[in-house]
């Protein structure tokens, strides 16, 4: 397996970054992924929104991925409620779901982004790095 492309970031600056999802499997393989990536470390990652609020009001990330569907609520709810607060915040939001609204409702809650889960870890990077540098990834997998 290649590795995936580097994050772009300013020289000596590592991009800090916060998982949440309700599922350990797929935080794990966003850990994996950030420890392989020598300009990333992980923030923290979170199982639940109210998990997520502690930690965020303690320690904001440099960029947010959350899932849409979550025990105690949903990612497009918890992202817009968010960036009031954060407004400059990147966020991208994921979901296994194969839904056609959630692109245009991650967009609407102020998401920068939104991926389904079965999209690639190049894609995934792609699209973290897209975000970045001011972009948006409204794209499903494929």
């Known amino acids: 397996m290649s590795q995936p492309a580097a994050i772009t970031r300013s020289p000596n600056t590592r991009l800090r970054l916060a998982v949440v999802d309700d599922h350990a499997i797929i935080r ?83 998401a920068r982004g939104f991926i389904a889960k079965e999209a690639s870890l190049e894609q995934l990077v792609e699209a973290v790095n897209t975000i970045q540098q001011g972009g948006q990834w409204f794209n499903h997998a494929g």
């Open 28 to 110: 794990g393989v966003f850990v994996t992924l950030v420890e392989d990536a020598p300009d990333m470390i992980m923030a923290w990652t979170a199982s639940s929104l109210a998990e997520a609020s502690d930690k965020i009001h303690w320690d904001v990330p440099d960029f947010l991925v959350i899932d849409v569907g979550l025990p105690d609520g949903n990612g497009f709810d918890f992202t817009a409620e968010l960036l009031t607060r954060l407004p400059n915040l990147p966020v991208l939001i994921v979901s296994a779901d194969e839904n056609n609204t959630y692109p245009g409702r991650a967009a609407a809650a102020g």
